[in-house]
C-alpha cells in the first residue's frame, strides 16, 4: 500500500503529491527499519528491493541509498541470527519446551490477541455506563 502511494505520487508536478510521496517513503523506511526479523519474508524483501530498483532508475538515489541500507542491516541481522543459532546445540536452541518471548511471535498475531482481549473486557461493560444507549433506551444483547 504505501509501495504504491509513493509511486503514484511521486511523479506528480505538484509539489503536495510530491511531499505526500516523501512523507510515504519514510513511513515505508520507519516500518522497514521496526520489521521484526521474523516478518522478513521473500516476499517483503523482493518488493523493497524492487522498490530500491525503481528509485535509482528514477534517479532518486539518495532515497534507494537509505532504504537499501535500512533493507542490508536487516538482512545482515537474520543472516547473524540464523548462523549463531546453528552453532549452538539443539538444546541451546530452545527446541525444549520453552515459553516463548513476544520476539517468537509476528505484530499482526500479537495484535491479533490484545483486540480480543479488548473486545472481551468491552463486552464486560454494563449497558447503563454507555450515556447514549442508556438515554435513548437501547439493550444489548
Known sequence: M???????????????KKRVSKNTFFVLVRVVDELCLVELTE???????????TLVCNGELSLARVLRKN????????????YTNSLKPLAAR???????????????????QL?????????KIEVQYF???SLVGITLL
Open 115 to 123: 483486540t480480543l482481549l479488548d473486545a472481551e473486557l468491552f463486552y
Open 43 to 53: 516476499d517483503i524483501l523482493k518488493q523493497l528491493m524492487d522498490l530500491v530498483f
Open 131 to 133: 450515556p447514549f444507549f
Open 2 to 16: 504505501t509501495n504504491s502511494t509513493y509511486t503514484t505520487f511521486c511523479h506528480s508536478p505538484d509539489t503536495f
Open 71 to 82: 533493507i542490508l542491516d536487516k538482512v545482515e541481522q537474520k543472516k547473524l541470527l540464523r
Open 94 to 112: 530452545g527446541v525444549s519446551a520453552r515459553p516463548g518471548t513476544l520476539h517468537d511471535f509476528r505484530s499482526h498475531e500479537i495484535a491479533d
